[in-house]
Nanobody, 120 residues
């Protein structure tokens, strides 16, 4: 009913920048909070950043000052601008969103993830 697709991952050098995008599509009435999470092999999934429908943002301490989450409501898209990247940022990055469908059913949907590798 609702699909989220991430894009923009890849290989970058330490100190570099990358912008991830996540586009939602389907039977969407409204999108409330959108989020970015990440998971490295053998580690628990970590919530990285959130943004509400009104634009309020929150960040994990590990990325504060380096990452910026934003959204384009007209495009049903959330972005994660990543700067000053570190090797420890290497992970699969996932977006998710709290969505009310056109049938007025609420649910949380996840994308399939995009790989970010920070390495020299």
């Amino acid at each position: 009913q609702v699909q989220l697709v991430e894009s923009g991952g890849g290989l970058v050098q330490p100190g570099g920048s990358l912008r991830l995008s996540c586009a939602a599509s389907g039977s969407i009435f409204t999108i409330n909070t959108m989020r970015w999470s990440r998971q490295a092999p053998g580690k628990e999934r970590e919530l990285v950043a959130t943004i509400t429908s009104g634009g309020n943002t929150n960040y994990a301490d590990s990325v504060k000052g380096r990452f910026t989450i934003s959204r384009d409501n007209a495009k049903d898209t959330v972005y994660l601008q990543m700067s000053s990247l570190k090797p420890e940022d290497t992970a699969v990055y996932y977006c998710n969103a709290d969505v009310t469908t056109t049938g007025l059913i609420r649910g949380t949907y996840w994308g399939q993830g995009t790989q970010v590798t920070v390495s020299s």
